[in-house]
C-alpha cells in the first residue's frame, strides 16, 4: 500500500494512472473493433499502427489536455494518415477510431470534483484528430513534459503478446543537468501479476513510480476508467532482485529478432553461466518484470549501429525500475539523457537492470551484421 507521507507528486501519478486506465480499454475495445477496421496500417517506417494506437493516443491525450492543460504531450503517432485516408475517401478507419474514444471516454466527462473536462456530445472526428496530434511537435527546451507510446509493442498487440500503455511525465532542463522523468506508468493490460506467462491475464497489471517516492504494481482491472485513485489502496511497493549469482539471473529481452542483438545476448548469458532460458516478451512490460524483481537484467542492443530510441520506448519503464532500486543506462554505461529531443540521441542501447547484477563479459555490441542475419533467418 502506497504510504500516505508521500504526497509530493501523487496528484499528478493519479492524473497518469486514470489516463493510462482509459487508455488501456480504449485498447481492449479496440481489439474488438480491428477486424472492422481493416487491421493494422504500415507507417512509413514499415511498422504497424492500429486503431487501437490511434484511439488510446486520443483518449490518453484528451485526459492530459483537461486536467494538465500547461504541459505538452510528445507521443508516437499522429493523425496525417487518418487525415489523409479520409481525404481520399476511406473513412473506414477514422470511424472505428472516433466510435473506440466515445466508449472509452464514457463516464469521463466530469471530474470528481464534478467540474466538465469536455462536452460529451463534442466528441466527432476532428477533436479526435486533434487529441491524437497533440503529441506530434517536440518537447519544450526546458521545462515538463508528457511522453505516451499508447501502444508500445503494437505487433505484440496484433499477436496476442504482450502489450503497454506507456506514459511519463519528463522534466526537461538545460545542459548540461541531465534531463530524466519525474513519473511514469505502465499499464500492462495482458500482464500476469505475479509471474509472466505467456496466457493473457484478465485483471492485467498497472506499474507506476514517483521520482525519490518509490515504485508500485496492482491490478489495471476493474476497468472502469472513472475509478478513483484517491487513496491508492490495492497498490503493492515493489523492488528489484538481490540474487548475486550469475548462474541464477533471469534476462529478458525483445520478443521480434529486429529489436535487439539477440545473438550476443545469448553470447552474455553463456559466458555468464545464466541458465534459465532468456525471457522474450514485447513491449515495456519488460522493466515491469525487473522492477519487481521476477528478472535481473533487460538488454536492448540496437539490431543497426546507427539505431536510436524513442524517448517513449523507455522514460515510464526506466523510472520504474530505478524507483525498485535498480539501475538503467545505456551499453556505455552512461545514463539515458531525455533531454535531447524525440529520441535518445546521446544513447547507444539500454541496459536494466538490478543493483547486484552486472554485464561483465559482454561482447561489443557495435556490429549489427549478426543480429540483420538472425532477422534475415528468422523472416518467413
Excluded at 51 to 77: G, K, M, N, R
Excluded at 162 to 172: D, F, G, N
Aim: with cysteine; aromatic share 6%.
Amino acid at each position: 500500500m502506497v504510504e500516505r507521507k508521500h504526497n509530493e507528486g501523487l496528484g499528478i501519478a493519479r492524473v497518469a494512472l486514470s489516463a493510462v486506465r482509459a487508455g488501456s480499454r480504449a485498447c481492449r475495445l479496440a481489439g474488438q473493433r480491428l477486424e472492422s477496421s481493416g487491421g493494422a496500417v504500415a507507417k512509413q517506417d514499415d511498422t504497424p499502427v492500429t486503431v487501437a494506437d490511434y484511439a488510446c493516443q486520443a483518449v490518453v491525450s484528451a485526459i492530459l489536455e483537461a486536467d494538465t492543460p500547461t504541459l505538452p504531450l510528445v507521443a508516437e503517432e499522429g493523425a496525417d494518415e487518418l487525415r489523409g485516408r479520409a481525404a481520399r475517401g476511406d473513412d473506414r478507419l477514422l470511424r472505428v477510431v472516433v466510435e473506440t474514444v466515445r466508449a472509452a471516454l464514457a463516464g469521463l466527462a466530469q471530474r470528481p470534483d464534478g467540474t466538465a473536462r469536455w462536452d460529451p456530445q463534442a466528441i466527432d472526428a476532428q477533436r479526435v484528430l486533434d487529441w491524437i496530434d497533440r503529441g506530434a511537435g517536440e518537447p519544450p527546451a526546458v521545462g515538463q513534459f508528457w511522453t505516451l507510446d499508447p501502444i508500445d509493442g503494437t505487433k505484440g498487440f496484433l499477436r496476442g503478446g504482450q502489450y503497454a500503455v506507456a506514459l511519463a511525465l519528463i522534466e526537461r532542463r538545460a545542459a548540461p543537468a541531465l534531463s530524466a522523468p519525474l513519473v511514469g506508468v505502465l499499464g500492462c493490460p495482458r500482464l500476469n501479476r505475479v509471474r509472466f506467462t505467456e496466457a493473457a491475464d484478465a485483471e492485467g497489471c498497472l506499474f507506476w513510480a514517483v521520482r525519490n517516492q518509490g515504485a508500485w504494481c496492482g491490478p489495471l482491472a476493474p476497468w472502469d476508467p472513472a475509478r478513483s485513485f484517491d487513496d491508492l489502496d490495492g497498490f503493492e511497493a515493489i523492488q528489484v532482485s538481490q540474487r548475486a549469482t550469475p548462474s541464477q539471473w533471469v534476462v529478458c529481452e525483445s520478443f521480434e529478432t529486429g529489436h535487439t542483438n539477440q545473438t550476443h545476448t545469448q553470447r552474455w548469458r553463456t559466458a555468464r553461466g545464466i541458465a534459465a532460458a532468456a525471457l522474450r516478451l514485447d513491449s515495456q512490460a519488460k522493466y515491469g518484470l525487473v522492477a519487481r524483481g521476477e528478472a535481473d537484467v533487460y538488454l536492448r542492443i540496437p539490431s543497426r549501429a546507427d539505431y536510436r530510441e524513442a524517448i517513449w520506448d523507455h522514460a515510464a519503464g526506466a523510472i520504474l525500475v530505478q524507483e525498485a532500486g535498480g539501475v538503467v543506462h545505456d551499453l556505455d554505461h552512461q545514463p539515458l539523457d531525455f533531454g535531447q529531443g524525440r529520441v535518445l540521441s546521446r544513447n547507444r542501447g539500454v541496459v536494466a537492470r538490478s543493483a547486484v547484477s552486472d554485464l561483465k563479459g559482454m561482447p561489443d555490441a557495435g556490429d549489427p551484421s549478426e543480429a540483420t542475419e538472425a532477422t534475415e533467418a528468422a523472416t518467413p
